[in-house]
């Protein structure tokens, strides 16, 4: 199953293009043009990856990114920068996002860190779902010996 | 050399300037690229599709082409903002027509205006209104008013600048001007850019305007 992404910048033009290009491989993809309406969408929706630039006009992409977190920590953000922002992009990392890139980024390259980042959150969604099952069900030969 | 000689604090302000406005700039000629390169991806994309049997859409190819066009103009006027900017400075005193001259300076602003939540709005003066001053100097006093006046205020305006003929010289004004602004405007710096541009200022209470008299002749 392929992902669902949320690409968020305040460029139009942009944002609908890398959408039009990643739903011609078919992933799932939604555009927001702001922080706000970004936030809106992941209150709503469930998204797998956020594509995030890093700067907005309304918030600051660090700040948005700090709120995708609390809301659905779960959720990979790979951050879009320019030149001016990589220590901004290397904060953000440290606030938990995935990755970043520098814009424009490769086409290839994009795509990797989205399938890399993907399988990192099915990674943790699985040690999750593996950890709450274990509280209640323990090997079938310990059943027996309940004493 | 004295520290406080207004020739020194306007040529540091004027270093300071042309790294503010080279940092904006790039950043949206960047964005501009970016919009470039994503949309000859998608033309490739298309192309590879079609080696592979699907249709070209005619009508999508087009619309890419009239996208990248549109870039490439958007990219062209920003480069002529940059060189316009950049010989701003060639001369310390030249003859400039205030019109075209705020225009200038509310374009190169207008990034910096919109990360705190304002637009810009140029009222060009009825006729042509040209003056001898020291160009680079202007600007970078209007840069810093807009600035001041930017920071100061409350997002969600449009800020104004318009120039008015005025005996034995011009007025720009800059409205609205915010009340209460935290910082005293003009400081030392802007001082320094007054006394070389021979003009003075005054913060008008009625509609507050920020009020910039200058002579016909600088210099």
């Known amino acids: ?147 | 050399m004295d520290p406080q000689d207004p020739r020194l604090i306007a040529a540091e302000l004027g270093v300071s300037l042309f790294g503010e406005v080279s940092a904006s700039l790039s950043h949206e000629l960047n964005n501009v690229l970016s919009v470039m390169k994503e949309n000859t991806g998608l033309l490739q994309d298309y192309l590879e599709l079609a080696a592979q049997g699907r249709e070209l859409d005619q009508e999508r190819l087009a619309e890419l082409a009239g996208r990248l066009a549109r870039q490439v103009e958007r990219g062209r006027r920003l480069v002529q903002r940059m060189n316009r900017f950049a010989h701003s400075s060639d001369q310390p005193s030249a003859r400039v027509e205030l019109g075209r001259l705020l225009e200038l300076v509310a374009r190169l602003f207008q990034r910096p205006a919109a990360q705190e939540g304002f637009s810009l709005e140029v009222v060009p003066p009825p006729s042509p209104l040209e003056i001898t001053t020291r160009p680079f100097v202007l600007e970078n006093l209007l840069w810093r008013a807009m600035r001041h006046a930017c920071q100061s205020g409350d997002g969600g305006q449009v800020l104004r600048l318009e120039a008015l003929p005025r005996e034995g010289g011009a007025e720009i004004r800059l409205s609205p001007w915010p009340a209460g602004a935290g910082r005293e405007f003009p400081g030392p710096e802007e001082a320094a850019l007054l006394e070389l541009l021979e003009a003075g200022l005054e913060i008008t209470a009625h509609r507050p305007a920020l009020c910039l008299r200058l002579p016909g002749i600088t210099g």
């Open chain 1, 1 to 147: 199953m392929k992902p669902r992404i949320l690409v968020v910048d305040d460029e139009k033009q942009f944002a609908e293009t890398l959408a039009e290009r990643l739903r011609l491989r078919m992933f799932q993809v939604t555009t927001a043009f702001s922080g706000a309406e970004a936030l809106e969408q992941i209150e709503r929706f469930n998204f797998d990856l956020v594509i995030l630039d890093v700067y907005l006009p309304d918030q600051g992409g660090l700040e948005v990114l700090q709120q995708i977190k609390k809301l659905k920590p779960l959720t990979e953000v790979l951050m879009l920068t320019g030149h001016a922002e990589v220590e901004t992009a290397i904060q953000g990392m440290k606030a938990g996002a995935f990755d970043f890139l520098l814009k424009p980024a490769e086409s290839e390259e994009l795509i990797a860190k989205i399938n890399q980042a993907y399988h990192r959150k099915l990674s943790q969604e699985e040690r999750i779902r593996e950890a709450k099952v274990s509280r209640y069900v323990t090997s079938p030969r310990s059943a027996l010996h309940d004493d």
